[in-house]
């Protein structure tokens, strides 16, 4: 069956470090892969996604970037991390439409 | 692009009775409709789907319509417990992405 992980469950970093989030996913092969975010009780703004290695379409202008070095991996990154970027970071896939989310990422940049 | 709206932002129901959660979306292409349910702190999950070329769809106490002509669709949960208490999403997409409508936080009360 396919099963998707995404690490670390929580983050705290400090204004202007480094990010790196990742995805994997397995059971499946070349499938879309996404990455959201959720302000606290808000909903879910879609970052980027992937249709396949190397090709990433960005969805809102910000200080992050992402990149898919493999099929199945999916790498979310910042160079330096604004107050702003806090909130709960979610990879999902997809194949044929139907779409699944990892348990998410708590970031917080104090 | 498309647009999902979803109503009502927050539903408070008696343990027992039904809960219905409304969505309309924008674009006519749109032909996968998904449901989420999101408990704290967790990444959404896939609880039903529905597809164009089908008015209903039921498992156990969930249930899903889809009026193609008005452009909506709306989850049906019957018989709620205190365990159905989350905040849904409701999706739309025709393609690679999926618009995801506001949420909707449900308290079934005791």
């Known amino acids: 069956s396919q099963t998707i992980h995404q690490w670390p469950a929580t983050l705290v970093q400090p204004v202007g470090s480094p990010l790196s989030l990742e995805c994997t996913v397995e059971?499946?092969?070349?499938?879309?892969l996404y990455w959201y975010r959720q302000a606290a009780g808000r909903g879910l703004q879609l970052l980027f996604y992937s249709v396949g290695i190397g090709q990433i379409s960005s969805e809102v202008p910000q200080n992050l970037s992402a990149s898919r070095p493999q099929d199945r991996q999916f790498i979310l990154s910042s160079k330096k991390l604004l107050l702003s970027d806090s909130g709960f970071y979610l990879c999902a896939w997809s194949v044929q439409r139907v779409a699944f989310f990892g348990q998410g990422t708590r970031l917080t940049v104090v | 692009g498309e647009n999902v709206e979803q109503h009502p932002s927050t539903l408070s129901v008696q343990e027992g009775d039904s809960a219905v959660i409304k969505c309309t979306y924008s674009?006519?292409?749109?032909?996968?409709f998904p449901w989420y349910k999101q408990e704290l702190g967790k990444g959404p999950q896939l609880i039903i789907d529905i597809r164009s070329n089908v008015g209903e769809k039921k498992d156990q106490r969930i249930a899903v319509t889809l009026n193609k002509t008005a452009k909506h669709f709306s989850l049906h949960i019957t018989e709620t417990q205190p365990e159905d208490s989350a905040v849904y999403f409701c999706a739309a997409t025709g393609g690679q992405n999926f618009v995801f409508g506001p949420g909707t936080r449900l308290s079934v009360l005791p």
């Open positions: 674009d006519s292409a749109s032909n996968y």
């Open positions: 059971g499946t092969s070349n499938p879309n």
